[in-house]
């Protein structure tokens, strides 16, 4: 696997993510005989890259590791021929042909881009949070609220998000709690009123989660808590915390380039399709979380990264290449 990149020549296509996007689409464009360059970025392996088992992606009876499953499909791109290196797009300008992306201290000419840089979670900052990151802590209902059935959770956030993900979670879990630092929800009225009306969900509003406990033990203990108008300091027992309150799509260097929406997550047409104005962008690709706001699953992401590294072999056999 290369790590180094190129100014002379002119690669058939660059990959912007290393999850399980990217990797698909690295593996499709391999085989093809692309040759693609994969840029890691900040975040190689994605949200895999933290996940811990993994029971949902076809294939795999017994479950997987996350960071295995996006090593194995790594692995099977750089089989094929697909380049890697750990750089991350700085700047780029999509309007000139071939693409000359600015990486830093480097920059790589590509006849075509596919964005697949994915969307971070949300965190809450605390140390002991970042320590339970998948051992209790997680950012994903569907892809985690199976390991806590019967056990009693929280989710933190007051948008469609926290409430989507408590709703979710009343399969599994014996009681949710939803924890709010403000008294007013953000989340739409039909949505909050579900929450309300579930039995198994209960309500913490002007409250503030200070510590996540367990480090120690390597698995959410409960939660230390903060009532913002009293100051009363308390503790939740509880064996999971998920977060829901959002995710930040990675796309805000392509602000002005191609169309986003109102939250930066990249539109496209045809599921992978980029767009300026609702006019097609002649090369650009995307595909899996940093255009996907409502799915989010692994098996999608590498869905969609397929469907962007064969449309991008169809354009280049196209225009000549």
């Known amino acids: 696997m290369s790590e180094t990149t190129s100014t002379n020549e ?31 970025g900040h975040e190689p392996g994605g949200q895999l890259s933290i996940t811990t088992l993994v029971e949902n992606f076809p294939g795999w009876p017994e479950g997987i ?16 021929g697909a380049d890697f290196a750990m750089n ?23 006849r075509s881009l596919i964005i697949a840089s ?16 998948g051992h209790g802590v997680s950012s994903c209902a569907t892809c985690d609220g199976f390991f806590f059935s019967g056990k009693e959770i929280a989710v933190i956030g007051g948008g469609d998000s926290a409430m989507e993900e408590a709703i979710f979670l ?14 007013q929800f953000r989340a739409s009225r039909i949505m909050l009123e579900r929450a309300i009306a579930h039995p198994q969900i209960k309500f913490m509003t002007n409250t503030q989660v200070e510590e996540v406990l367990g480090v120690e033990e390597k698995e ?12 009363e300091h308390t503790v939740l027992p509880v064996s999971a915390m998920f977060l829901g309150i959002g995710h930040e799509p990675n796309a805000k260097m392509f602000h002005g380039q191609i169309d986003l929406d109102a939250d930066g997550y990249i539109l496209t047409a045809n599921n992978v399709f980029t767009t300026l104005n609702s006019v097609p962008v002649p090369g650009v690709f995307a595909c899996g979380d940093v255009q996907d706001r409502r799915y989010r699953q692994a098996i999608t992401a590498a869905g969609s990264g397929c469907m962007a590294a ?6 280049l056999e196209e225009h000549g290449h």
């Open 65 to 80: 590791q996350g960071p295995q499953l996006i090593e194995n499909m790594k692995l099977q791109a750089a089989r094929f």
């Open 170 to 183: 009343t399969r599994f879990a014996s009681k949710v709690t939803i924890i709010h630092r403000s008294a």
């Open 118 to 133: 994915g969307a971070s979670a949300r965190w809450l900052g605390l140390p002991s949070e970042h320590a339970l990151i």
């Open 10 to 40: 002119i690669r058939e296509t660059v990959i912007l993510g290393s999850g399980c996007a990217g990797l698909t689409a690295a593996i499709y464009a391999a085989r093809s005989n692309l040759k693609p360059l994969v840029l890691e």
């Open 220 to 231: 959410v203990r409960g939660l230390r808590l903060r009532n913002r108008v009293t100051n």
């Open 88 to 110: 991350h797009l700085a700047s780029v300008d999509l309007s000139k042909h071939p693409f000359e992306l600015n990486l830093g201290q480097t920059s790589v000419r590509t």
């Open 310 to 315: 064969l449309e991008v072999e169809k354009y």
